[in-house]
Nanobody, 117 residues
Framework: QVTFVESGGGLVQPGGSLRLSCTAA????????MRWHRQAPGKQRELVAS???????IYADSAKGRFTVSRDDAKTAVYLQMNSLKSDDTAVYYC???????????WGQGTQVTVSS
């Protein structure tokens, strides 16, 4: 088991910003892709953003131009800066560490993001 600490979720008005943070107690985070997923009520969990050890990134179409994923391997942390938030961004956001060699995944407990006026 890996202990995760996620933070930064909350209630924000449309057009606002939030920054999610996630740290995980893994030995060497440079072995992992770090990802953010989200799950809205009644919908499947979807990938929002991913960042590899060489800091290359992938974004869902819905996140491009608004969200920025970053990582700090010294802190075994991943961040998601979310700007220009919309009501469709309302979901529980989960961080995920994917081990690139072994293929297994660790998941955070999730943090709620609600975009509403």
């Amino acid at each position: 088991q890996v202990t995760f600490v996620e933070s930064g979720g909350g209630l924000v008005q449309p057009g606002g910003s939030l920054r999610l943070s996630c740290t995980a107690a893994v030995r060497d985070s440079s072995l992992y892709d770090m990802r953010w997923h989200r799950q809205a009520p009644g919908k499947q969990r979807e990938l929002v953003a991913s960042i590899s050890p060489d800091t290359s990134t992938i974004y869902a179409d819905s996140a491009k131009g608004r969200f920025t994923v970053s990582r700090d391997d010294a802190k075994t942390a991943v961040y998601l800066q979310m700007n220009s938030l919309k009501s469709d961004d309302t979901a529980v956001y989960y961080c995920n560490f994917h081990h690139l060699r072994a293929g297994y995944d660790y998941w955070g407990q999730g943090t709620q993001v609600t975009v509403s006026s």
